[in-house]
């Protein structure tokens, strides 16, 4: 395999990609993960012309002044159905939904937290850029190959926690940010399989030091034996000084979500559009010789810390 040196003088494609596969048929579940973004091209021009390093494709795609301090390129959850209709998610695609110039959509607490850096020269730098510093994204995943509609189905958090063991279990970390040391706003994806469902937490989480939390949440949650998966999106925000919570409460979002104000909600159901006429004998041969389910464990991971 050819090398190539990078800045920093490393063997850039000799970085390991871990990859844990997952199959529950129908579904092929794949997470994958691998070191951070670089903070400059990685190749050289006429390289990055024809197949581009991770950063010249992030530099390409994305409009924003900069990017979060860590992002993870390679951090990928993938559903896939054996029609081919497909769940992911990705940084990239998390950060197009971003607000750059162009949508200009000021922050609510902007300007208190302008006001307690106004000595900052950066803060002076950042006010003339309409620019959304804290990479709030309202990101549900990538998806293809489904029909998606509206539904009053909610997910039953009850089963979920009271259903048997965790077959598979992944925590992927898409990007993060200190927000001028103060605070972070990060992006995360997880996943736990269990025998008979999976369930999947994104969340986007903002903590700005005295100042405000925001909680942006995509859960999807998929029970084998139905024919569809259901998305719930929640936004939640509040002013510190409005959350009554002790301090060391707010650094962790899986224990303050439920207390700060929900502010945005909408619920989905996800289903796998059927396949082109040509195939449909296909997928009934396919079918009838697994009448049941057959999940099977690959690689068992890390069961603990599954909070929804
Ligand atoms: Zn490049």
Redesign the pocket.
């Known amino acids: 395999m050819t090398t190539v040196k990078g800045p920093e003088g490393i063997d850039i494609k000799r970085f390991p990609t871990f990859k844990e596969n997952f199959k529950a048929k129908p579904w092929k579940i794949q997470a994958t993960r691998s070191h951070i973004l670089h903070s400059k091209?990685?190749?050289?021009e006429e390289?990055?012309a024809l197949n581009?390093?991770n950063?010249?494709v992030y530099s390409r795609a994305l409009e924003l002044k900069h990017f979060p301090d860590m992002v993870f390129p390679n951090n990928i959850l993938s559903l896939e159905h054996e029609t081919g209709a497909k769940i992911e998610f990705n940084a990239l695609d998390a950060l197009k939904r971003v607000s750059n110039g162009k949508i200009n959509i000021r922050l609510p607490f902007a300007n208190e937290w302008r006001e307690s850096r106004a000595d900052r020269k950066e803060f002076l730098e950042e006010k003339v850029k309409p620019f959304d510093w804290t990479f709030t994204t309202d990101y549900m995943g990538t998806i293809s190959g489904f029909h998606v509609e509206e539904t009053e189905d909610r997910i039953n958090f009850d089963l979920l926690t009271k259903r048997g063991g965790i077959l598979f279990y992944q925590d992927l970390t898409l990007y993060e940010d200190e927000v001028h040391d103060r605070g972070v706003a990060s992006l995360s994806v997880k996943i736990r399989i269990m025998t008979d469902s999976l369930f999947i937490l994104l969340r986007y989480f903002l903590r700005i030091d005295d100042s405000m939390i925001r909680i942006n949440d995509t859960r999807i949650y998929h029970n084998f034996q139905t024919p569809y998966i259901l998305r719930e999106y929640t936004s939640r925000e509040s002013k510190i000084r409005d959350l009554d919570v002790p301090p060391g409460l707010l650094i962790e979002p899986s224990l303050i979500a439920s207390r700060v104000p929900l502010k945005h909600s909408s619920y989905h159901k996800l289903s796998v559009e059927p396949k082109p006429e040509e195939n449909t004998t296909q997928l009934l041969d396919n079918q009838s010789t697994d009448d049941v389910t057959q999940v099977k464990a690959i690689h068992e991971d890390e069961a603990s810390n599954s909070n929804t």
């Not at 091209?41 to 050289?44: A, D, G, R, T, V």
Request: charged share 0%; proline share 10%; net charge neutral.
């Open positions: 091209c990685s190749q050289n390289i990055c581009p390093c950063f010249c």
